[in-house]
């Protein structure tokens, strides 16, 4: 299978563990997905099935969605609701107050990334050492916090529901216990769902057992995205059938040759005269080329007769 499909991911499975659920679901040795989820969260989780795993280190920057529950007057190591308890707080914080503080954390900000997170300093992961006790040193990082809304507000539980809209990178975790140094009363993540990634929101989403109902009926193919759509406001070129053939054996095909080939700077999307998506490729300024950046062909051989047979992309 090569496609993406969008998964509702639920509360208590790492996105590892995501991977490997679907894993068995799809039948798929080569998956991944598009950005972790930590295990109490819920919602959108892209996962990338056979080809469309090429697409990891060059996915387009997109804007992921969050609605976050946060809880004030507390402060945990983890910074959410499932650490330990680092201190807590009496002061009263009222609707205003918070309204008063979200504009500092609209925009380009600075966030240190946490201690329980998956980022590698010094060649380790820091989750790896605060499991041991251990606290370093990390750099900030510029995220870019899009819009920050306040949904609702529960007084009687010390509690408030934001909508997210940020850059990739950004920790919810994080920006919860700023919310909270800044209020003086100290805050953490209480419950957080992905409502937007890659462009696609929950509506767009299945959860486990829609898709392992599917797989029995063998009707999963129907819930495959094509991953050009990540690419969609890229221009896109059809070749012909010749020139099909060499480009997907590596040739650099001058653009002398191609008619009306767009003009732009990023990723170009290149179909055969069949509507296949073969790859994503780029221009080579200095030769004038059209130069392939990842291919999503597959070549599949028939084991009892040894034929290879040209299986496309869906």
Do not use: W
């Amino acid at each position: 299978m090569n496609g993406i499909i969008f998964l509702n991911k639920p509360a208590g499975f790492t996105s590892f563990d995501a991977v490997a659920k679907m894993r068995g679901i799809t039948k798929t040795r080569k998956i991944g997905h598009g950005g972790t989820l930590d295990p109490m969260a819920t919602g959108v989780l892209p996962i990338l099935l056979g080809t469309a795993a090429r697409v990891c280190d060059i996915v387009p920057e997109t804007n992921k969605r969050y609605t976050a529950l946060i809880r004030l007057g507390i402060t945990t190591d983890t910074q959410d609701i499932t650490g330990k308890i680092l201190s807590t707080s009496d002061l009263t914080v009222t609707e205003a107050d918070i309204l008063s503080v979200l504009p500092q954390f609209t925009g380009n900000i600075s966030q240190t990334p946490p201690m329980y997170s998956a980022v590698r300093v010094g060649g380790k992961r820091l989750y790896d050492l605060a499991r041991k006790g251990l606290e370093i040193e990390r750099p900030k990082r510029t995220i870019d916090i899009r819009s920050l809304d306040l949904l609702k507000i529960f007084p009687e539980k010390n509690e408030f529901i934001l909508d997210v809209r940020c850059s990739k990178g950004s920790y919810i975790r994080t920006l919860a216990a700023d919310i909270g140094d800044t209020l003086g009363c100290g805050a953490v993540l209480a419950s957080l769902t992905r409502t937007e990634a890659f462009g696609y929101s929950l509506e767009s989403c299945h959860s486990f057992q829609e898709l392992e109902e599917a797989a029995a009926k063998g009707t999963l193919r129907q819930f495959l995205i094509g991953v050009d759509n990540l690419f969609s406001f890229s221009p896109q070129y059809v070749l012909s059938e010749y020139d099909s053939k060499l480009h997907l054996n590596g040739v650099h095909i001058n653009l002398s040759r191609l008619s009306d080939f767009p003009e732009t700077d990023g990723f170009i999307r290149i179909y055969d005269g069949s509507g296949n998506f073969l790859s994503l490729s780029e221009i080579d300024r200095d030769l004038q080329q059209l130069k392939p950046v990842k291919y999503f062909f597959v070549r599949e051989i028939n084991k009892k007769s040894t034929k290879i047979k040209d299986v496309f992309y869906e």
